[in-house]
Nanobody, 122 residues
Framework: VQLQAYGGGLVQAGGSLRLSCAAS????????MGWFRQAPGKEREFVAG????????SYADSVKGRFTISRDNVQNTVYLQMNSLKPEDTAVYYC????????????????WGKGTQVTVSS
């Protein structure tokens, strides 16, 4: 599966952005989907994940209550709605697909898209 993330940009603290990740190549619903991020000098970290059907969602503690992950298995797209953004949310955001398992570590993900930059100014 090929993944393409987009929707990043520059936003002021307290603002919102919605990231999208379009998938192509294989049946989208066979993949659990996740969003990860990597800030300069830091390791890539899990942000949010959604099950194949969309019925189960997981979030990092740092984004709970502010970010919402969703998916559209007809449009083959996964979304990340980010509200109440903080400067510490600044990072490159990646979408990733887990074909067989259900974990959310970077090592669990089988496919990665190119990232999209999110910059939150104070």
């Amino acid at each position: 599966v090929q993944l393409q993330a987009y929707g990043g940009g520059l936003v002021q603290a307290g603002g919102s952005l919605r990231l999208s990740c379009a998938a192509s190549g294989r049946t989208f619903s066979r993949y659990a989907m996740g969003w990860f991020r990597q800030a300069p000098g830091k390791e890539r970290e899990f942000v949010a994940g959604i099950s194949r059907s969309g019925s189960s969602k997981s979030y990092a503690d740092s984004v709970k209550g502010r970010f919402t992950i969703s998916r559209d298995n007809v449009q083959n797209t996964v979304y990340l709605q980010m509200n109440s953004l903080k400067p510490e949310d600044t990072a490159v955001y990646y979408c990733a697909a887990n074909e067989y398992g259900s974990g959310w570590s970077t090592g669990d993900m089988d496919y990665w898209g190119k990232g999209t930059q999110v910059t939150v100014s104070s």
